[in-house]
């Protein structure tokens, strides 16, 4: 239950590769900037592109009053995003509608978005009808808008895969490659439903969207033929794909070649002279495996300062992997450098690592920044832990059980927390789920279910979970035991419908991670 020590953190985090996939409907609002555009709403759509958002505001907001749809537009975006006006989603919505209702698209789309990101059921279904009613038009972005919000459940009680696929399909038909590449990622298991796994679909989607002349699905399909699953790989196409994509200057085919020579052919020399190519041209993940060759000595010389200096490039370039690393390196040695260490996690942390946002709230909270700042440390930890990543979660539900650095103690966050980072596997959370479960801490006392989280704490190798194991289970009786078996094997199947299950049940929407107390 105790925090991990900022060297054990970084060592463990620096050798740990995310691997989680997410669908997320579009949230950066620089996508949606009103364009400049001939008409009367011109010179206020320049105003605003060029930040003089009050005067835009003020061109605007007669053009609108008069029905003009751009200028609606414009209305909207500013109340939404409080550009020039004051933030308002009721007047942003309000303009939206009546830009929406004149026909300009983006307006519906921007519409349905605040829609859905509603709690109320009606705002979601008013969302769903302007979709569905723009797909008429658009089937394109429409479709893919509506595939992802079935998805991720905010227009049924739960994610839908079926329809999902439905409105994706729709707008693959369309011509839609994006619509393409997220059934391809659905259908290799990447959004879960791994029932709905389907290697051959993904192949042939990701090659009609490579057909249509997308340079990322040309090395995602290349990448796949070569490394793939064996009853796929074809290296002789793998490679043609791959070769399309670097003439098409995606650059990552350089990436993809070097995944095969390291992993499939084991040809280490071989690997980083494709890693090379594609440093050489830019690549922040070939800089950064070439680094890991030099400093390594993985076929060639062994040479640190090499190593180090392809880091610093890609650090420079924005890489939050490269500061991320720099920092393990000043900071997992024995002297550290903790000036030079900080800084590589405060660019990583912001970054949005979540990795690195763990370490910089550990790091705030350990006191050796000459004093411990416990308020960044709970911020960093909750933007990791809101980020999905199980540690941080893990981290913080231990500062709401013992009520530390500043936290006020909340057993409900804490058990909360513990689920969270338990159902992804996180063996120290899932053993702190089950001592608050049969301690009755939070919760009711239930030593069964107790007993089948340890026992998968046990199996996850977690700390001192065999002496939890053996104290439950001298307590039960055969009945007992039998049922606490049971939900073992329903915890690792997914069948379990409890939020204290040790195993993500991939239809079920995440849970909100706790704010930090006042």
Known sequence: MRLRSITQLLLFSALTASVHAAVSLPSDSSAAVPAVVDGPAKEAMKAFQDGRHAKAVELAKPLADQGNAEALYLMGFAHETGRGVEASKEK?????????????????????????????????????????????????????????????????????????????????????????????????????????????????????????????????LGSRLLSGDEKIRDEKKGREWLKKAVEAKEYSAYLALGDYEENVKKDLKAALAEYERGKDAGQIDCILRTADFYLEGKGVEKDSARGLALLEKAAEAGSAAANFRLAVQALSVEKPDLLVGYKHLVAAANGNLVEAQNELGLLYLSGKLAVADSAAGVAWLTRAAQGGYAQAQNNLATLYERGAAGVTQNMENAGQLYALAANQGHGGATLALARLVYQGIGTKSDPVKAWALATLAQERKAEDADKLVTEITDKLD????????????DMKSGKTDDKSAAKPDPKAAPAPVPKKAK
């Open 478 to 489: 055969d009945k007992q035991k039998t049922e606490a078996k049971k939900q073992l094997e």
């Open 92 to 220: 942003a919505l309000e303009y939206y509608r009546k830009a929406a209702a004149a026909k300009h698209k983006d307006a519906a789309y921007r519409l349905s978005f605040i829609l859905l990101a509603s709690e109320k059921e009606e705002e979601r279904d008013q969302a769903r009808e302007a979709l569905e009613t723009a797909a008429k038009d658009d089937p394109a972005v429409a479709g893919r808008i509506l595939g992802e919000a079935y998805l991720r459940g905010r227009l049924t009680p739960a994610p839908d895969p079926d329809k999902a696929i439905f409105w994706w399909k729709r707008a693959a038909d369309a011509g839609d490659v994006p619509s393409m590449l997220l059934m391809a990622r659905f259908y290799e298991g990447q959004f879960g439903f791994p029932e709905l796994k389907d290697t051959k679909e993904a192949l042939a989607t990701y090659a009609k969207a490579a057909g249509l002349g997308d340079a990322g699905a040309m090395a995602a």
